[in-house]
């Protein structure tokens, strides 16, 4: 087993911060999905696109789409055309869960609603072939504390501030 040096007073600390500064940053692995980079997924026809995404998503995006995701994807390429001129898009926000995320959507910032406010998250190129509805959890974990006043029988006797 091999033991870590250790280095003590002003001379140690020093060599320390050297080493840390040899350390040579992490290189950043190309994003593939099922073999494809990020700029092919996005010169792909959504036909092809829809081959190579799992069963679920496919079979929702062959059913097309309704008067609400058309209306999401006018927000899309609207956003898209804005950020292409260099302009910062804003916010897209949408009640549409069951809608894929598509290459195109990637950079942008979607307020997903999760029935009680509007989950802002910034699609990454990760989240290809997912919903948006998995972005933006409906249930939060309850973490509960102690019971109040009044809430069990052994309360009547702890003094109140």
């Known amino acids: 087993m091999a033991r870590q040096k250790k280095y003590s007073g002003k001379g140690g600390a020093r060599k320390k911060n050297k080493q840390k500064q040899n ?3 992490r ?3 190309e994003f593939k999905y099922k073999g494809f980079t990020l700029e092919e997924l996005q010169e792909m026809p959504i036909k092809k696109f829809m ?3 799992p069963s679920r998503q496919r ?6 789409i309704t008067p609400k995701q058309r209306k999401l994807v006018m927000k899309i390429k609207k956003a898209r055309r804005l950020t292409n001129r260099g302009k910062e898009a804003r916010v897209i926000r949408t009640h549409c869960r069951d809608f894929v995320i598509t290459p195109e959507m990637i950079g942008l910032t979607f307020g997903i609603y999760n029935g009680k406010e509007f989950k802002e998250i910034k699609l990454v190129e990760e989240t290809v072939g997912r919903f948006l509805g998995e972005m933006a959890p409906t249930r939060a974990v309850v973490q509960h504390g102690s019971p109040g006043m009044g809430a069990t029988r052994g309360s009547m006797f702890v003094p109140i501030k």
């Open 59 to 64: 079979r929702t995006m062959a059913r097309g």
């Open 51 to 53: 081959e190579i995404v």
């Open 27 to 29: 290189r950043r692995v």
């Open 23 to 25: 350390v040579a940053p």
